[in-house]
């Protein structure tokens, strides 16, 4: 029986609320009733139940730490401080919007202001559901306006990931 998956940011609330919760069926759906009235303030009622169960989606194949797509973004700036800025600003504005599980920002040791940006999400989807939000658009254009050339997408499907 595949796993099933309550994600509270695929229905932004007011709170903002990031929780994501795993497991079999049955679990889920219990601790996503229990969430959604303690957190949410809804009416625990057989249709609240039934919503919920008919959101509830599949667990996917993942990599280590849910990693199954990566954007790579290559790009040339010689104003990291300023990028820094408004990277910490669009996590700010993003609140429990953003689909990304991880970045990581990396600079080339032999080419100073080379610069190269991991972005793991869970899935393709998932990146392309973060990418329409105005805030990432914003982020984009402004991006732009900091890096020497236009920077380069690579949207890339993991088809193996190790712990090692």
Partial sequence: MARKVADCRKYPSESGCTLT?????????RAAVEHAVSVHEHEDTPQL?????????????????????????????????????LLDEWEA???????????????????PGSYYEFVEFPSYDEAMRNSRLPETDALSR??????????????????RAETL
């Fill in 21 to 29: 919760l795993v497991g079999e069926e049955e679990e889920v759906l």
């Fill in 93 to 111: 504005v993003t609140g429990g919007k953003c689909t990304a599980t991880r970045a990581v920002l990396t600079q080339e040791h032999e080419k």
């Fill in 142 to 159: 402004k991006m732009r306006d900091l890096c020497d050339e236009e920077p380069t997408f690579h949207n890339l499907d993991v088809v």
């Fill in 49 to 85: 139940r039934e919503q919920i169960r008919g959101l509830l989606e599949d667990e996917h194949a993942t990599g280590p730490d849910g990693m199954n797509f990566v954007q790579l973004i290559e790009f040339k700036t010689g104003k990291r401080d300023q990028l820094d800025e």
